[in-house]
């Protein structure tokens, strides 16, 4: 019996190399050796369909910051006529500095699908990941935002960018950032840190701007300082506040609230805003996108405030149906302001 199973075994095993040899006698390619270690990849590209003749490229890789993940942003392009340079709008995502991911914002139920319908009104729509608290304090979110903005430039002519038309647009946290971004062009504090060593590449793309010619907050956090003072009676930062900081235990310096705080850099000649915040916020305090667009006045730039009533943080109301209703109205206002902002 043995010897009949030895001998089974023996066909089978002959069957199987006869069947390998019957597919195809080529041995597989030997995979390629670089001289030195590769650090790129070479995934396939994922291209993905949308209606209104919109493709999406996910997870593109915009920076790689040593010591980190290789940080990615999805963009939006547009069925363009070939040839075409479109505005370009930079999403950015909340989740309090700590979480949240590029897919996501308030309730909307599918993101992806509202950015790219924005992409086909004529638009190129970006929408990025930044380092969040647990992984780098500020500057480093910020650093991010005004990398893919600059990486976003240096390949205009990839995603059919106008390098001289581009908004930043954000909600709570993501907010803050745009508000950010919009605010300090030109502050080198606040720039990404320079590559080492140096390549032609990165020379190339330092000498890109990060400068934006609008910003649309949802939900925004424009002033830390008055953040921490109205927790003073607990006699500390809050503390989403102070992990995005890095302060620590300790209450956040002064000067350190407001190097990470837009009003901080009001100055008139600041692209416009538009501001939308809901009237019952219990996260963010509505004030904070009144005193911001008082601020912007006061100074000589242009600011516009639309409040929602009855809306807590993210558009959320009492009802399914509020939360869709003022969700609906921030987007509507938000698109009939990037219209005006940049394309007339």
Same mark, same amino acid.
């Given at each position: ?85 479109? *505005? ?10 700590? !979480? ?36 780098? *304090? ?105 992990? +995005? ?46 005193? +911001? ?36 109205? !921030? ?14």
């Amino acid at each position: 019996m043995k010897k009949c199973k030895s001998a089974a075994l023996a066909i089978m095993t002959s069957c199987v190399a006869l069947s390998a040899a019957a597919a195809g006698s080529a041995a597989p390619a030997a995979p390629k050796i670089d001289a030195s270690p590769f650090l790129g990849d070479h995934y396939p590209a994922r291209r993905l369909h949308f209606a209104g003749g919109v493709t999406g490229f996910a997870d593109v890789t915009y920076e790689t910051v040593p010591g980190f993940r290789p940080l990615t942003l999805d963009v939006y392009v547009g069925p363009h006529v070939k040839g075409a340079a479109m *505005p370009l709008v930079l999403y950015i995502h909340g989740g309090g500095w700590f !979480a949240g991911h590029s897919r996501q914002s308030g309730a909307f139920d599918d993101w992806p699908g509202v950015l790219a319908s924005l992409a086909a009104r004529g638009y190129t729509v970006a929408s990025l990941n930044y380092r969040l608290s647990g992984e780098a *304090p500020f500057p480093a979110a910020i650093q991010d935002v005004k990398a893919s903005i600059r990486f976003l430039r240096a390949h205009a002519a990839e995603y059919a960018i106008d390098p001289a038309k581009a908004l930043v647009w954000g909600g709570s946290a993501g907010g803050h950032l745009a508000a950010l971004a919009a605010t300090t062009c030109g502050v080198k504090e606040l720039e990404p840190a320079p590559a080492a060593p140096e390549t032609p590449a990165s020379v190339a793309l330092a000498r890109e701007s990060d400068c934006v010619q609008g910003a649309v907050t949802w939900y925004g956090v424009f002033d830390l300082p008055t953040m921490r003072a109205a927790h003073a009676a607990v006699g500390a930062t809050p503390p989403t506040i102070a992990k +995005f900081l890095g302060c620590g235990g300790a209450p956040c310096p002064a000067q350190v609230l407001e190097a990470a705080s837009a009003q901080h850099y009001i100055k008139p000649d600041l692209p416009p805003f538009l501001l939308i915040h809901g009237g019952s916020d219990r996260t963010v305090d509505p004030n904070q996108s009144v005193h +911001f667009k008082d601020a912007m006045t006061a100074a000589g730039a242009h600011a516009e405030l639309m409040m929602i009533p009855g809306v807590d943080h993210s558009f959320v109301g009492t009802t399914p149906d509020a939360t869709r209703d003022a969700s609906l109205q !921030a987007l509507e206002r938000t698109i009939a302001f990037i219209d005006a902002t940049l394309k007339h």
